[in-house]
């Protein structure tokens, strides 16, 4: 069965979907994006979601392209064409639409909707083979990164570079030694004196939707937060690392450039916040998918 997509009031096959070449998304980047986890057509945090939807696009300016309550319906509608029932990811992207090429804002325009969706691997089943490694760089990105835009060059360049050292993200590092996030997830540890850290929210990185729900679960685990940035030398001494995204969950990190994470195993904090957080994904709903 071929993949449906969502493009401006249309479903359509995905290799007929399209978007036209002037459109600001392609010429400038000049769009924002979400991406939501689905568990058994749940959708997860989608209220947490499309609040960032909404800041993003206004932070750019941009406007909703559809009424919230219309875009609920018509990523639910995408789910059911794709027939996803097991766990499955919703891409939403919206830019300021198709204009003659100019930087400045063209005149009203009507936004590009996109929503297309996918089926994902089974939930992780335990965190010690859902753990993975990290390596470190520069962050390279732009003074707004609390807005979730298309424009992703850095992360990708970041992203490839782990890969082709064998890791699975890249931390970026500041220009004043201190970590911001991971190339696609927010970055958490353990530190060396046990204090559960991550960095607090700002320009330098993505409010996550994991990181915010995450949070939001600590009290219920007896486990209290600090919201202070740490620096390499501090994320190179933790005792646990872990990362959070609407793909990764809740993902330890074992070893960091080629070196282990304290003794290399995943640590209590992070186990423990892993089942947290496999609770909250899955709901009431028994079993894995
Ligand atoms: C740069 C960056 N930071 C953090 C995150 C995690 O955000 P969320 O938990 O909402 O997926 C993402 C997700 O794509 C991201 O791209």
Known sequence: MSRIAYVNGRYLPLAEAQVRVEDRGFQFGDGVY?????????????????????????????????????????LREVVSRNR??????????????????????PPPTSPTLVVT?????????????????????PDQRWARCDIKSVNLLPNVLA???????????????????????????NIWIVDASGHLRTRALGHEILPGCTRGALAALLGDEKLTLSETAFSLDELRGAREVFITSATSFVRPITAIDGAPVADGAVGPVTRKLFSAFARHAKGDLPNEV
């Open 159 to 185: 992203k490839q570079a782990a890969r082709e050292a064998g890791a699975f993200e890249m931390a970026m590092i500041d220009s004043d030694g201190m970590v911001t996030e991971c190339a696609s997830s």
């Open 117 to 137: 969706a996918r089926a994902l691997p089974p939930y992780p089943r335990d965190p010690d083979s859902w753990a993975t490694r990290i390596i470190t760089g």
């Open 84 to 105: 996803l029932r097991g766990a499955a990811l919703a891409y939403i992207q919206i830019t300021r639409g198709a204009a003659r090429r100019e930087h400045v804002f």
């Open 34 to 74: 979400e991406v939501v986890y689905i568990h058994r057509g749940r959708f997860l945090d989608e209220d947490r979601h499309l609040d960032r939807l909404h800041r993003s696009l206004g932070e750019l300016r941009i406007d909703w392209p559809v009424k919230r309550e219309v875009l609920g319906g018509i």
